[in-house]
């Protein structure tokens, strides 16, 4: 009895960060309820929610993407938001907890920094003003309050039993859904496509070496572009006056790395091809945004049938509306702009006290301005709250650090200010409200209008035979640069000055070529009137798209997806011939000429089977390593693009920066070519062993898809059979990549197909949890099934029926 008594608090007991395993086995109530067959997934149901106002009909296709038939807008988005609650809740809490700094509530001290982090940089706050924008809006009060709703009803029926694996896991259960949550998933990606900054490192940097050397390796214009709207594209607006920069930059007696650096490669690939150059002679549209790869996946598929609305594509879980799709008039796509939306202000205070900070108001003369206290009580799960103060001033919060306060972190910028896009009131639910019912050009831009961040490249096309592409967000009014290092933050010149009138944001409709595309790469010909950024992506990946539309003819959709799989690297076809100049061959040891041999032959293409991939990203990081790290490579510093150092190769090969400055001798390009290619030949050697099948980049790159948690792996896809890369139009890296590919041929009959690497249902239990994961890695594409009616649904399809309750 005693040793069953034993037994029984073990298992019913939280152990320090473990949940109590018997909860966990339970069962009645554990996982092994979680288990779900293609049957019970499939399998009809009629269901009563309270809070419709009509009846609404759900079909789900083979794939388990529903398609919700509403008679009401009201009902449309209770009904999206019961159905992904359904399948997405966990990724839902999960990734508005990360967003909003609330995770360590869940899992402890473990995640307290990373909280911490999100508080001071306003997160919650920028939600804050993006909700009472959106509820000053009919038409957002309406979206939002009728998701919530759906979502709700969901969470309602739930009981331990059937609560998502991970709640589980984690021992926690759902809480409500709330209108800030939807907002604070907006947020998140906002965070994720915007967050980067260099101005550290910039300014750390022109420290050191001075402006004229800043503008040779980071200029402000790329040394080779193909910008997304074409050269000599007239701006027809006259531009309203441009601010002067001020004289004086910020002087920093130290800098400190920001804590968050995104994914550089976050970006996208989007086209839309006229049809002139198509076979049907209507318009086919592209895109396929690249972010991380993960599990649950970061779409949701989704189509929305109402009076007024039948639009079918791609939605962020906890967000009402598509965000990526087509209805029967137009398709739309995004990529990313990376305009600079982010700076940081030195902010001097007049004492210790830190509740006054200094600012030249020309217009008051008031030079002490008071700052805004805003308290962060953070929960941490078995300890108790913490409380930060964060201080905000006009510019918005300050990330200062005081050794003496218990939040102290030294990873923080001291005494920076930061005025981000973020921050700023905003309706985006507006736009994909509209545009998800625009059905022409005019209804399309007037969308784009309500839309502040990310800002996003949307690409449109139309079954009136119109492309059309419009580098799309709210842009500060700045002086050019402005940003690119730290800024004083007493000078009102520094502000942002307004913004930029939306009729003046760069686009292009119908171009002569015939095809409008981007890959992030710069927006613009120098011919452009205002400054958006001083670095995007660089050009190699859409230069690699444009050179494949300029030869498209009679182009089918099939055309297209073969473009998206496409595995040529441009740099590497730009940069691989000049390196092997440096290669002295008759020095080289028989394997090391093995290889050297096999490079010369390359095609320059990254298919998972070929093995020259894996030398040359070998051979190009230890190049530019040698290159740039004795001059450049302080932990506060950052590196030039890779087409600066191309630039150098192909035009300065003499220049000082070749030079190891750590011996006595002067190196060549040459030299270090020859040097770095011999190193990462034997490290490779020394790794893989041979020149063998353990070579294949594939192999190597080890492409994964994680779940969401990556302690739990087994609820991951590892070592994904696939090609691509970065900088590649197959933009596949180890854990990031097209995370959503869909082409739609407009015309009298749209048609479309889509893909991503995962599954409509967040529970690994299900059959549709990683069931696209395969067709996603091979290059293939689903139709995606787009229904006038529920009539018209497939045999294979299954219908839920959502009914109003009686009175």
Known sequence: MLLTFMVAFVLSTR???????????????????NAETVASATAPHTLNLPTLHDSVTIVYDRYQVPHIFARNDHDLYVAQGYVTARDRLWQMDFQTRAAGGRLSEVLGELTLE??????????????????????????????????????????????????????????????????????????????????????????????????????????????????????????????????????????????????????????SNNWAISGERSATGYPILANDPHLGLSLPSLWYQVQLHAPGVNVCGASLPGTPGVIIGFNDAIAWGVTNVDADVLDFYKIDFRDDDRLEYRYLDETTAQEWHPVTLREERIKVRNYGIIRDTVRYTHHGPLLYNDPAEPSFNPRFPAGLAMRWIAHEPSTELTTFYKLNRAQDYQAFTEALSYYMAPAQNFVYADRDNNIALWVNGRFP??????????????????????WIPHAHNPHVKNPPRGFVSSGN???????????????????????????????????????LRALQNDNLYWHARQALPRMLQGVRAQQLTEPQQQVYAQMRRWNYEYGPGQREPAVFE????????????????????????????????????????????????????????????????????SDL?????????????????????????????????????????????????????????????????????????????SPFYENMIDTWRDGHLNELIFLPSPEAAPADASVWQLNRNSP
Do not use: C
């Open 114 to 267: 990373y909280d911490r982090f999100q508080r001071k940089v306003g997160m919650v706050y920028g939600a804050e003003r993006f909700l009472e924008a959106t509820l000053a809006d009919s038409l957002g009060r309406q979206v939002i309050e009728a998701y919530t709703e759906g979502v709700n009803a969901w969470i309602s029926q739930l009981t331990p039993m059937n609560y998502p694996i991970e709640f589980k896991l984690l021992d926690y259960k759902p809480e409500p859904w709330e209108p800030l949550k939807t907002a604070l998933m907006l947020k998140l990606m906002t965070a994720n496509l915007t967050m980067g900054t260099d101005d550290l490192f910039m300014t750390r940097i022109l420290q050191q070496y001075g402006k004229a050397t800043v503008d040779s390796l980071f200029p402000a214009y790329p040394y080779f572009s193909d910008p997304i709207i074409p050269p000599h594209t007239p701006w027809n607006f006259r531009p309203v006056p441009i601010p002067a920069a001020p004289t004086q930059v910020a002087a920093l007696g130290a800098t400190y790395q920001f804590p968050h650096r995104p994914d550089p490669d976050n970006g």
């Open 689 to 765: 062993g041979p020149w063998d099948d353990d070579w294949q980049w594939a192999t190597v790159k080890g492409t994964t898809i994680r779940h969401l948690m990556p302690p739990l792996t087994s609820f991951g896809r590892k070592d994904i059979r696939i090609g691509g890369g970065a900088g590649i139009v197959n933009a596949t890296k180890k854990t990031h990549g097209p995370s959503w590919r869909m082409i739609v041929e407009l015309g009298p009959q749209v048609k479309a197909w889509g893909v991503y690497p995962g599954g409509q249902s967040g529970n690994p239990g």
């Open 15 to 33: 152990m320090s960060s473990v949940p109590p395993l018997g909860y966990f086995l339970n069962p009645f109530a554990g996982f092994w309820q």
């Open 521 to 559: 790469q710069r927006s613009t010909d120098r011919t452009y009137p205002y400054y958006l950024t001083w670095e995007q992506a660089p050009y190699g990946r859409g230069a690699r798209i444009n050179e494949v539309l300029r030869q498209m003819h009679h182009a089918t959709a099939d055309s």
């Open 477 to 498: 009014l700045k002086w050019k640069e402005q940003g690119k290092f730290i800024l004083e933050g007493s000078d009102p010149k520094n502000d942002w000055q307004g």
């Open 618 to 685: 070998a051979w190009w990081e230890a190049f530019t390593e040698a290159t740039w790290h004795d001059e450049l490579g302080d932990t506060l510093m950052r590196y030039p693009m890779q087409t600066t150092t191309l630039f150098l190769m192909d035009s300065l090969p003499k220049a000082s920066w070749f030079d190891d400055r750590t011996t006595p001798e002067r190196e060549t390009l040459d030299e270090i070519l020859h040097q770095t290619f011999v190193a990462s030949v034997d490290t490779l050697r």
